[in-house]
């Protein structure tokens, strides 16, 4: 699956406001996760999961920054996301569903933090965006 320049554009648009708040917004994404889907807590048991902890807020930059080089590397996700994919498949071996799961609840999130921005075609793409890197982040799997 392919992204068109228009869906690019409009990922890349939005990313810039996104960015501002990457912090916020990665917490926020799984403060939603763990409460929508609690299973997905088993590969935390080491975090304070309490909202807003610091474990919660770090992390969630980094998977918001994890995103970011998505973005950044539009063209070319797969060499972007290569060592995450290789680490969260043998070292941490996370669930694949768990990434869908993430990915639903940053699409919640950005929905709500910009509803004038996040129009149908920006779900779309973001959907689709985020699809993607799923699929790059459980290749390894295979």
């Not at 926020?28 to 889907?37: D, I, K």
């Not at 299973?39 to 918001?64: C, E, I, M, N």
């Not at 970011?68 to 060499?79: N, Q, R, T, Y």
Request: glycine share 4%; net charge positive; hydrophobic share 45%.
């Amino acid at each position: 699956m392919s992204l068109t320049k228009t869906e690019r554009t409009i990922i890349v648009s939005m990313w810039a406001k996104i960015s501002t708040q990457a912090d916020t917004i990665g917490t926020e994404t799984l403060e939603r996760l763990f409460l929508s889907y609690p299973q997905t807590k088993t590969y935390f048991p080491h975090f304070d999961l309490h909202p807003g902890s610091a474990q919660l807020r770090a992390h969630g930059s980094k998977v918001v920054a994890a995103v970011g080089d998505a973005v950044k590397s539009i063209d070319s996700i797969g060499a972007a996301l290569s060592k995450l994919s290789e680490l969260h498949a043998y070292v941490l071996r996370v669930d694949p569903v768990n990434f869908k799961l993430l990915s639903h609840c940053l699409l919640v999130t950005l929905a709500a933090r910009f509803p004038s921005d996040f129009t149908a075609e920006a779900h779309a793409a973001w959907d689709k965006f985020l699809s993607v890197v799923s699929s790059v982040l459980t290749e390894k799997y295979r």
